[in-house]
C-alpha cells in the first residue's frame, strides 16, 4: 500500500478505463478522487455501480460531466441527467437487477465465470442470454463482471491499507475492491496499525494499492 496524493491516484486510470465505484446514493462514494477525475477530463469511461447517484452528487458528476461512455448499474432513477443522456442516446446504460449486479461482481472477485439466477425469467432480461435447467428451474447465465480500477470508499485505513467501512459504505466498497485489478482507497482517517479491530476490517490491506487521504475541504 501507498499513500498517494489524489493528482497520482488518478493517473493510474486511463481514458476509456473500466472502473467500479461504491457508493449507494452517493453514500460511500470516493468523491475527492470523482473531483480528481473530473479535473482531469478523464473521459470515454465505462462505471460499473450501484446507481447513478444525483446529478450534483458522486457518479452523477461524472455523468453530468460527460465523461461516460457506459453505465452499468441496477438504477438510475434518482438523475434526470442520467435519464436524459440515456433517451438521446448520449450514454449507453445496461441495467442489472441490483441482487444479480452484486453477485456478478463478487464471482468476478472470487474466480468464477459466472452466477445461475432466477431473475429475469420470462422478462426481457433474458435476451441474448444463455438458459440453463436445473431439476425441471429455468436459470439465466450471467457473466461475471471485473474491472480495471476500483475507487472505494472507507472511514478508516491503517498503514498497511487495511480498511474499515461505515454503515452502507459496506454494501459495495468490499466486494468491488476484491473483483479489480487496481484497488485505490479514499480515506477519512489514517491510524496506526493495529487500531482497528480485525473483526472490523471490511478491505485487507493485502489488496488495497493506494490510499488517498480525503480534503479537508469536503
Known sequence: MKIVSPQEAISFISEGTTLMIGGFLGVGTPET???????????????????????????????????????????????????????????????????????????????????LTPTGIGTIREKNKQLIEIEGKKYILEKALRGRVALVKSSKADHLGNLQCSFTARNFNPVMALACDIVIAEVDELVPTGSICPDEIHIPGAIVDYVVIRSEKR
Open 33 to 115: 478522487l470523482i473531483d480528481e477525475l473530473i479535473n482531469k477530463r478523464k473521459s470515454n469511461l465505462t462505471v460499473i455501480c450501484n446507481d447513478t447517484s444525483f446529478e450534483d452528487k458522486g457518479i452523477g458528476r461524472l455523468i453530468a460531466s460527460k465523461l461516460v461512455k457506459k453505465v452499468i448499474t441496477s438504477h438510475i432513477g434518482t438523475n434526470k441527467e442520467t435519464q436524459r443522456q440515456c433517451i438521446e442516446n448520449e450514454l449507453e446504460v445496461e441495467f442489472v437487477p441490483q441482487g444479480t449486479l452484486i453477485e456478478q461482481i463478487r464471482a468476478g472477485g472470487a474466480g468464477l465465470g459466472g452466477i
